[in-house]
Structure formats: structure tokens, C-alpha cells
């Protein structure tokens, strides 16, 4: 049920926000953009297949949307993060406000692969404490 509604949310949250219709048939770069963060969302956060991703747009009115477009367009999200800024500020609003134990882990994750390098040596030793804390409270050896 979740990979049929949420994506229906996150197309409207997109479109609200940027004014995108991920659904379009046209191929400006914006739509691609946003499409591609779309997919990438898709397939991040819920975890769905390439194919499962192309049937959603193609049940949407994307009729050409095969798994290779979808496997394309996430391949191609970074590249695109570099030419529109905007991207990331969509994903986080896109993301933000699941907050089941379950999804608090797959966001942190997901946003864990998206993290500028530079941040790494900050992360790295909050994230340990925290993992060592959760062994400890185990009772398994670090």
C-alpha cells in the first residue's frame, strides 16, 4: 500500500514546491531534474524495483517510461544535484515528516549517501558513540 500512495504524495509535494509535473510528457531539463529525484526516491526510500518504478509512470501517463529510463535517471542524480541546488532542498522536504522508527533509519541512511565527503570526520565519531552505546546495551562485544 505505502509504495502506491507515497509516491502519489511525493509527485504532488514536488509539483506544490517547483511547479514540476514529474508525470509530463515534455523533457525540459527541470522535468528531468525532478524526475529523476522522483525516481531516486523511489527506489531509495521505498525500496522498489526499476521495473516497479517504470510501471508507476507508466500507470501515471509516462507510456515510454521503461526500467532503463528510471535506471538512467538515477544514475544521472548526482550530475543533476551539480547543475540545480534546488534538488536537495526538494528531497529533504520530500522526505521529512515520516517518522516511524522504520523510516527514521531508512531516511538516515538515504541521507547518509548524500552527505558532502567533507562532513565525514564530524559524522563518523557521533554515529560510533551512538553504535557502541546500542552494542553495549546489547551486551555484545564492540
Known amino acids: 500500500m505505502r509504495k502506491q500512495v507515497q509516491p502519489q504524495l511525493w509527485a504532488r509535494k514536488i509539483k ?49 517510461h521503461h526500467h532503463a529510463s528510471v535506471l538512467h535517471a538515477i544514475e544521472m542524480y548526482e550530475l543533476y544535484r551539480q547543475w540545480n541546488p534546488n534538488l536537495d532542498k526538494v528531497l529533504g522536504l520530500c522526505i521529512a515528516g ?11 541512511v538515504f541521507m547518509a549517501e548524500y552527505v558532502d565527503p567533507e562532513y565525514f570526520e564530524e559524522l563518523f565519531p557521533i554515529l560510533e558513540k551512538y553504535y557502541k552505546r546500542t552494542l553495549e546495551s546489547l551486551e555484545l562485544e564492540v
Open 98 to 108: 515520516d517518522e516511524t522508527h522504520v523510516n527514521q533509519r531508512n531516511k538516515l
Open 16 to 64: 506544490k514546491l517547483t511547479g514540476v509535473n514529474v508525470y509530463s510528457k515534455r523533457r525540459t531539463n527541470e522535468i528531468i531534474y525532478y524526475r529523476a529525484l522522483f525516481s531516486v526516491l523511489m527506489k531509495k526510500h521505498l525500496k522498489m524495483k526499476l521495473s516497479e518504478i517504470a510501471n508507476h509512470f507508466k500507470a501515471n501517463g509516462r507510456k515510454t
